[in-house]
């Protein structure tokens, strides 16, 4: 060790993390270089002894202070990194224990943003075995899960209306800190969905619903792609304003009225009587239409319908509803087809294959699941202090559901 520092008798962890901590905020704001250099003339063996304390999160605080510390630290920044960028997976695809482990590990790191991104890829092969190569996922196919850029974990949880999970998170964070995080993702201090427009969807799932209904190609639905250029196109117009919607990373990740439109929509006019009896029609309207809207959803849209027990976003079979985990050739609806209890539904058990859920669909969905994550997103209100300007300005509509009206 250096002769310097040996009559230095080796302080106790607390105290080297109280010297630490109180380095960065000495060293706040960065530009302070002459603070900077004063803690540069410190010896190499008692700064990597420090850093041997150091919490991932002071680890990326310090490295961002100056190149001197970024190279210095450079494999622990990494390491914090790695870290970080794991807990952000976890919360994208709803792992919470796996993102518990590590945020009770370094708390710190749930005021840091960063970007995860999911490309729509699979490397699964249509046989259920690994691919050398991944495949791309057409956007049309399956929509896959958005990009968070610059996000925290806490927003992430936030976006996918994990309302529940976000309340445990804040519990080891500042309120200033958690209203700070909220008012970057709800600049009006509304949970909702911006830049959307619900007259717009009922006039494009209307639009595809009558392109539907006059399709003379449609059999009995086995062929997801079969239908004319038109009724296509009308589809393609429904996954084009979704597209725009799940790209806007304002608000939360997805607007859960889309899906319960389609919903509606099905129950009051989709029905046999519409479709003169085409079960293929129906049938396609549940996979391409529904199905497919319910992989946009946020998670905490997504897993009480995709999860018998409502553990993380399984099926009952235990595969994932993710495109990029499942077969490349998977079709939400079709190849990986739930019931509104979770239940995987048999797809070659019967000629109907995909067995018809109930028809009050909509309502099961808004009583059952949308009003228990109102519920939930009352209490965030509470947790951080604001009001819940929504259900001060509106009233609840006829499906009980007032947070996103």
């Given at each position: 060790m250096d002769s310097r520092i040996n009559h230095i008798n080796t302080p106790s962890e607390d105290l080297l993390q109280d010297q630490l901590r109180l380095w960065l905020k000495i060293l706040e704001p960065p530009e302070d270089l002459l603070r900077t250099e004063l803690l540069s003339t410190l010896p190499d063996e008692l700064l990597r002894m420090i850093g041997e304390q150091l919490s991932s999160s002071d680890v990326i605080c310090l490295t961002n202070t100056s190149k001197h510390w970024h190279s210095f630290f450079s494999d622990d920044r990494?390491?914090?990194?790695?870290?970080?960028?794991?807990?952000?997976?976890?919360?994208?695809?709803?792992?919470?224990?796996?993102?518990?482990?590590?945020?009770?590990?370094?708390?710190?790191?749930?005021?840091?943003?960063?970007?995860?991104?999911?490309?729509?890829?699979?490397?699964?092969?249509?046989?259920?075995?690994?691919?050398?190569?991944?495949?791309?996922?057409?956007?049309?196919?399956?929509?896959?899960?958005?990009?968070?850029?610059g996000r925290t974990f806490y927003q992430i949880l936030i976006r996918n209306s994990e309302f529940k999970e976000a309340i445990k998170v804040g519990k080891h964070m500042t309120l200033g800190e958690k209203q700070k995080q909220f008012h970057e993702i709800f600049p009006d201090r509304e949970m909702k969905k911006y830049n959307f427009d619900?007259?717009?969807?009922?006039?494009?799932?209307?639009?595809?619903?009558?392109?539907?209904?006059?399709?003379?190609?449609?059999?009995?639905?086995?062929?997801?792609?079969?239908?004319?250029?038109?009724?296509?196109?009308?589809?393609?117009?429904?996954?084009?304003?979704?597209?725009l919607q799940l790209e806007d990373e304002t608000g939360i990740i997805f607007d859960p009225r889309f899906l319960q439109e389609a919903m509606r929509l099905h129950d009051k006019d989709c029905t046999f009587r519409k479709f003169k009896n085409n079960f293929g029609k129906y049938r396609l309207w549940r996979v391409r239409v529904e199905g497919w809207l319910r992989e946009c959803s946020g998670t905490g849209y997504l897993h009480p319908i995709s999860s018998q027990d409502f553990k993380d976003c399984n099926l009952a079979d235990g595969s994932s509803c993710f495109a990029s985990h499942?077969?490349?050739?998977?079709?939400?609806?079709?190849?990986?087809?739930?019931?509104?209890?979770?239940?995987?539904?048999?797809?070659?058990?019967?000629?109907?294959?995909?067995?018809a859920r109930a028809r009050q669909g909509a309502e099961l969905y808004s009583h059952f699941y949308l009003k228990d994550i109102e519920a939930l997103g009352k209490e965030l209100y509470k947790d951080l202090g604001i009001r819940n300007l929504a259900s001060e300005k509106r009233d609840s509509d006829d499906m009980g559901f007032d947070l996103f009206k």
């Open positions: 990494r390491q914090a990194l790695e870290k970080l960028h794991r807990l952000l997976k976890h919360g994208v695809l709803r792992e919470h224990k796996d993102a518990e482990n590590i945020w009770r590990a370094n708390p710190g790191l749930l005021t840091y943003p960063g970007t995860i991104e999911f490309l729509n890829r699979s490397h699964i092969g249509v046989d259920g075995k690994p691919l050398n190569e991944f495949i791309d996922i057409s956007f049309y196919q399956n929509p896959g899960r958005p990009k968070n850029t619900l007259d717009e969807v009922k006039r494009l799932l209307e639009n595809f619903s009558n392109k539907l209904s006059k399709d003379k190609i449609i059999t009995d639905g086995n062929n997801p792609d079969e239908m004319s250029a038109s009724t296509q196109i009308a589809l393609h117009a429904i996954y084009d304003y979704a597209k499942r077969p490349c050739n998977s079709i939400p609806g079709f190849h990986c087809r739930v019931d509104m209890t979770g239940r995987v539904v048999d797809q070659t058990s019967s000629k109907h294959g995909f067995a």
